[in-house]
């Protein structure tokens, strides 16, 4: 499976010609980046992962929660809202879902719908949440508001997947995305796995046929 990063938390999942994209935001300058893709997945729906426009001019079937869905009533029925514990095929990939609410971010404001996609037992995708979910390649989320050092560490850890991209880092300066970059090399050391953060552009190749089992979190 080839994993590329585009700007922010976006990333494109293709094998056998076919392929996904996960929250293609605002916050994603690349244009056309759901071009050629069979399927579109949604987390939530702050503007950093979901920009309506990102969807216009494709055929994709989108799959979202009930807060991005009521956003997508031009859509028709390729729009398909799935919640925790669903399962789906999209463009060859078998998706399960998981989780239901965003990080705590605000004692003003209750967290909106967020849900994660595990994609083919192997790519754990959370959008803006700290679900635990056991597989071998985990797209972590690198920086956010509601995100600590600490909480970032300790996800990693009880998660403990085999290689983790961090992605959700466009709110960084250069300097901060160096000091990112060091707190995932240290852990990287500390644990002789691969962790550390994809640049925009970057693709990756990971294998396929991960377990996908699920721990709680």
Same mark, same amino acid.
């Given at each position: 499976m080839k994993i590329t990063k585009f700007g922010h938390a976006c990333v494109r999942l293709e094998r056998?010609?076919?392929?996904?994209?996960?929250?293609?935001?605002?916050?994603?300058?690349? /244009?056309?980046?759901?071009?050629?893709? @069979?399927?579109?997945?949604?987390?939530?729906?702050?503007?950093?992962?979901?920009?309506?426009?990102?969807?216009?001019?494709? @055929?994709?079937?989108v799959y979202t929660c009930p807060g991005v869905a009521r956003h997508l009533d031009g859509f028709g029925d390729r729009v398909h809202v799935v919640g925790?514990?669903?399962?789906?095929?999209?463009?060859?990939? @078998?998706?399960?879902?998981?989780?239901?609410?965003?990080?705590?971010?605000?004692?003003?404001a209750p967290p909106v719908d967020n849900i994660g996609f595990l994609v083919d037992g192997e790519v754990f995708h959370p959008g803006d949440a700290l679900t !635990? !979910? @056991?597989?071998?390649?985990?797209? !972590?989320?690198?920086?956010?508001?509601?995100?600590?050092?600490?909480?970032?560490?300790? &996800?990693?850890? /009880?998660?403990?997947?085999?290689?983790? &991209?961090?992605?959700?880092?466009g709110l960084l300066s250069d300097w901060g995305l160096h000091v990112l970059d060091g707190v995932l090399a240290r852990e990287a050391?500390?644990?002789?796995?691969?962790i550390r953060r994809l640049l925009p552009g970057e693709s990756v190749e990971v294998p396929t046929g991960g377990t996908g089992r699920t721990t709680a979190p």
């Open positions: 056998n010609g076919r392929a996904l994209v996960i929250d293609p935001g605002a916050m994603t300058p690349e /244009r056309g980046v759901t071009a050629g893709a @069979e399927a579109v997945l949604v987390t939530h729906e702050h503007f950093d992962h979901f920009e309506p426009e990102q969807l216009r001019g494709t @055929e994709a079937d925790d514990g669903d399962t789906f095929s999209a463009a060859g990939f @078998e998706v399960t879902v998981k989780g239901e609410k965003h990080h705590y971010s605000h004692p003003d !635990v !979910v @056991e597989a071998p390649t985990l797209l !972590v989320p690198g920086q956010a508001p509601w995100l600590t050092v600490p909480a970032l560490i300790d &996800y990693l850890r /009880r998660t403990a997947p085999d290689r983790a &991209y961090a992605v959700h880092d050391d500390r644990t002789g796995t691969e």
